[in-house]
Structures are given as C-alpha cells and as structure tokens.
C-alpha cells in the first residue's frame, strides 16, 4: 500500500513536473567562485551591481495552485545554479486561460552583495497565501482561534509585535495551532494554507511533515530536488499544519502575490 501512495506521488508530480524550464536569454558571463548560497533580491529594481547570467522560464498549467508556482521556483533553482547563480528575482508571473508563466532573471552577486542583500530581509512579518491562485476565491485560517477571511490569492499580512503569540491554525482545532513569536528582529515568516484543512485520522499530528516548517521543505529540495518538494507539499496537505517556506520562496511569491 505505501508503495502504491509514493508511485502514485512520483507519478503526479512527474505529470506537474512535465513543463521544461527554458533559458530565454543567456549573457554568457563565467566565474570559478564556488556558490554557497542562492538568495532572493530584495530590491528587484537596482541589480546594477551584479553580473547578469540568464533568464529563465517555465510555461505551463500551474492548476491555479500557489505550491506549483513553488515546486516550479524549486526546478529553476536547479538550473540556476548550474550555471553558477547565486541570486534571483521575479521578472514576471502570468496567468491567462489557465496557463501559467514564470518568468526570474539569475545573477552573479558574490558574497559582499549577498552580505547587503541580507540586512535588507523583510522583518518581524507573518505572510499567509492562500491555497488558489485565482481572485476570484477566498482563503481562510484562524489567528488565535479567530477566523481570519481573506481574498486569494494576495496574502494574509502580520507585523508582528515583540514577544506576541501569533497561533496561525487552519482550522478550529487547537492541534492545528503553529506557534510564532518574535523574541528579536528576524526574518519574516511566509506560510501556505495547505489544500485540505481535515485533521486525518488515522495519522498522528507529530507525523505531519508540515510540522517541519521550512526545515522540512529545504530538506525535501535537497534530497528529492522538485520532486521531492512535491511529495513534501503533498504529505503536508492533510493532518493539521499550515506549511512555512524557506524565506527566499516566500519573499518571491509575496512578490507574486502582493
């Protein structure tokens, strides 16, 4: 039986997985630096300093989903950093007839840039999407048992104050609860309501991958790659938790999204 969930698993995600990133432009810059890390700009305006390696797309069926729109930043990070990236941001998300396109142009930035890029983090906020990307639909979730409604698919959005619980639940169940609490300045927190909002079972809350917040996610990319990502996103759609990304794919789809 487990075999048959994690074939049926591959199999999806094979099908989601099936659009082709293309390099649409590609500047021909080289470097021998090894890449440590790969960041989201924060000011997508100003890349005048930083060494301009390509763009890429992915065009497709995005099943009006904000996870596929990350499963597919995901496999654009693949690419990236093949071709020796270190940073990205959004050139241009479209959808039109149900056809999605994704659209980021990567960069060389180096570690002093990356060092800058980083004090300028967005702070202190709490970012909740919705499961839909279409504006015709509504999202919801509770925010310390009181239920919070809001269009889909434009987020949710906290300034967390100091030493305040924030219990982000996506149903009225208290074991839904996702603690956040800033006790300093920090990054800010980005979540996506997952699919079904159904406590299941016949599976126990501690077992939810979801419970693993970005942790979880970053380790699925880097074990499964895109793939891997998607059965994450999947086997977290079920028990009780809403599902935190890593920072860089939240500040991306808030730039999508806002």
Known sequence: MKKSIWLLCLLSF????GQKVE????????HNYA?????YIEEINDTSNLKYIATLQIKGKAYCYTGTVVRWA?????IAQKLNADAFCLKEYTEKDSIATLTINIYFAGDYYLKMNSRKINKNG??????????????DFYLNGIKQIFNSPKT??????LNTDYNLGVNKDKITNLLVKYKSEKK???FILPKSKANTANLKAMKNPANKGSAGLAAAAAV?????????????????????????????LYDIFK
């Open 188 to 190: 800010s927190r980005y």
């Open 35 to 39: 890449i440590k890390h790969f960041n």
């Open 74 to 78: 995901v496999k654009m990070q693949e």
């Open 23 to 30: 390099i649409l432009n590609k500047s021909g810059f080289e």
């Open 126 to 139: 709490i970012y909740v999407f919705g499961t839909s990307t279409k504006y015709t639909d509504t999202a």
């Open 156 to 161: 949710f959005n906290i300034s967390a104050v």
């Open 224 to 252: 499964g790659g895109p793939i891997g990502v998607g059965v994450y996103l999947m086997m977290s759609s079920g028990p009780n938790r809403v599902i935190e990304l890593p920072y860089r794919y939240g500040r991306f």
């Open 14 to 17: 094979k099908f989601f997985y």
